[in-house]
């Protein structure tokens, strides 16, 4: 999937959220020098039309320090892919987000 496909997908999925809470979890941050990553865990707590679950999100984010810190990059992964409801999958549910507008 091309990445404004995907984008789509995310802008349409989140435009249907009714309720939802984010909670940080596990944070580390580790420096050393002009450098820096931060890892963590996000919890969301989604209701999306009728269905509500809760999806958990692992990060890595990398700063470095010039004048300021700054982010140099970032990833962000499912922390348990096999329990995402079918629905979030942009690939096998296109029709349900195309519909459901």
Known sequence: MDSKTALEHERKLWCQVKRGELSLDDI??????????????LSNSITLLSNSFVTRTRA?????????WEIVHEHWSSADPEELPEFLNPIKDEEFLIHSN
């Open 60 to 68: 890595t984010i990398i700063f470095r320090k010039r004048r300021s």
């Open 28 to 41: 580390s941050v580790q420096v050393s020098g002009n450098f820096a990553y931060v890892t963590l865990l």
